[in-house]
């Protein structure tokens, strides 16, 4: 029986993205299903009901939902082109960092995209120390995961195309190749990656969709 | 060369002990070494976590690892023996996704609600019960979330299994877990703490326990 493999995503998610570029860089055909999280589908909650979330992975009708869960099964089912390291402390090292990217960066990216003033500057400040220690990592590399995009650099696509994005529409000056040369080198190398551009955020949509989400949030914060 | 194992943990702290479980449900020896939390933290904890300045931290060889969870994982990659996680990555994507559950939804409501002030608790018990209710269900009939035996999510489960009851006392409050509202996970607590291996790693209750009414008595001296 053939595999049967859907991945219920959004567009604008990194979360979702992430899971795209590891089916992608297996070579796993998968079905890909776009929910509208204004309105969403019969599936995604039936698939995902305890945080009713994009994304979920169903293989063989068996449902996986958290990104970063879904990565781990993904480099378990399929074992070619494997995304982890083979060596549990350097696969513990890939994991910290993950968990550093989901629990700091991208919680303080909602904090800077949301707040203002002084709070805002407060949320910069705590983002530019977090992508500093997160660039100390690609030091002495060509990519996170060594020789080769693996775990890492895929939970990190958010830096690629999404995180420039916030920024452009926020206005604000936190994220630049003179802050972050190192990081700014290691995505002129993934841009240059064929499915990495295939998992792209096209641009002027994204850019509309977060005006629209932070002023609908600064408008019901009134 | 023989292993050198190391944990940098604290007595009270549930992240610690969840360290201390996996290790010892490994058979693995360690050396234990009490780092002060409140007060100052030492130079060897800032050297070998320098991200989060936290326990846990797992030294093996030399080599610094922090993040119960992912120090957890590495427990199960580096000693074979008793396994923490299934070998069907379906039901290690399951017992991950729980694992993940606990961490990030049940403990931050918990302990939202156990430290709210009156007229918060309502809303915070409520947001709290319905992540105990979710993470009942996970139980499914089981008697430990692992199965027959004590896996991943009970490890990380472990201060609903311990901690949560004895902080029910402390403060008063019986509201969050209690036989009536979640008979299957109360039962649950009962079979975790009588496990031998979990038995092992679990701090002295009466200790715990005054540590937490002093706790509560400084709250209820600050309002």
């Given amino acids: 029986m053939a595999d049967q493999v859907k991945l219920f995503g959004m567009w604008a998610s990194p979360y979702s993205r992430r899971v795209e570029l590891a089916l992608k860089l297996k070579g796993i055909p998968y079905e890909y299903i776009e929910e509208d999280l204004s309105n969403k589908s019969c599936l995604l909650l039936k698939y995902n009901p305890v945080h009713q979330k994009i994304p979920v992975l169903v293989h063989n009708g068996k449902p996986v939902a958290e990104s970063l869960v879904i990565l781990e099964y993904i ?4 074992t070619n082109n494997p995304v982890l390291p083979q060596d549990p402390y350097d696969r513990a090292m890939a994991r910290f960092w993950a968990k550093f990217i989901d629990e700091k960066i991208l919680i303080t990216t909602r904090k800077v995209s949301l707040a203002s003033g002084k709070e ?16 100390n990592e690609l030091k002495g590399k060509e990519y996170f995961s060594g020789h080769n995009i693996g775990f890492l650099d895929i939970v990190a696509n958010f830096l690629v195309f999404w995180f420039g994005n916030v920024q452009e ?27 990495v551009n295939e ?22 914060t009134k | 060369m023989s292993e050198e194992v190391k944990v940098l943990g604290n007595w009270g702290s549930c992240f610690s002990r969840r360290v201390e479980l996996a290790l010892k449900i490994k058979g693995v020896e360690y050396e234990y070494i009490e780092e002060d939390v409140y007060g100052n933290k030492s130079p060897l904890l800032l050297k070998y976590n320098p991200v989060h300045k936290k326990v846990p931290v797992l030294l093996h060889n030399g ?57 918060e608790r309502e809303k915070a018990v409520e947001e709290a019960c319905k ?40 403060t008063g409050h ?13 039962k649950w607590t009962d079979e975790f703490v009588s496990c031998s291996v979990v038995k092992q790693s679990l701090p002295p209750r ?18």
Avoid at chain 1, 120 to 135: F, V
Avoid at chain 2, 88 to 106: I, L, N, S
Avoid at chain 2, 181 to 186: A, I, N, S, V
Wanted: aromatic content about 12%; charged content about 30%.
């Fill in chain 2, 63 to 119: 080599k610094p690892i922090a993040e119960s969870l992912v120090i957890i994982e590495y427990i199960e990659e580096t000693w074979k023996g008793t396994p923490i996680l299934p070998e069907d990555p379906y039901e290690k994507a399951m017992a991950r996704f729980w694992t993940k559950f606990v961490d990030e939804k049940c403990l931050p409501a918990l302990w939202r609600a156990v430290w709210s002030p009156e007229n």
């Fill in chain 2, 206 to 223: 009466d200790k715990l326990l005054a540590f937490f009414k002093a706790r509560v008595a400084e709250a209820n001296a600050s309002k």
């Fill in chain 1, 199 to 220: 998992c792209r955020i096209p641009k002027e949509k994204h850019l509309d969709y977060i005006r629209t989400r932070v002023e609908a949030f600064k408008s019901s």
């Fill in chain 1, 120 to 135: 805002q500057e407060q949320a910069i400040e705590e983002i530019t120390e977090q992508l500093k220690l997160l660039e």
């Fill in chain 2, 131 to 170: 992540c105990l209710e979710t993470l009942q269900s996970a139980l499914n009939g089981k008697r430990f979330f692992g199965g027959d035996t004590v896996g991943l999510v009970d490890i990380a489960a472990n201060f609903i299994g311990f901690w949560l009851r004895i902080i029910q006392e402390a």
């Fill in chain 1, 75 to 78: 480099d378990e089912t399929w």
């Fill in chain 1, 169 to 195: 529409v926020l206005g604000i000056d936190m994220f630049s190749e003179e802050k972050f040369p190192v990081i700014f080198e290691w995505i002129q190398k993934l841009v240059k990656i064929d499915v």
């Fill in chain 2, 174 to 186: 019986g509201d969050l877990l209690s036989a009536e509202k979640f008979p299957t996970l109360f």
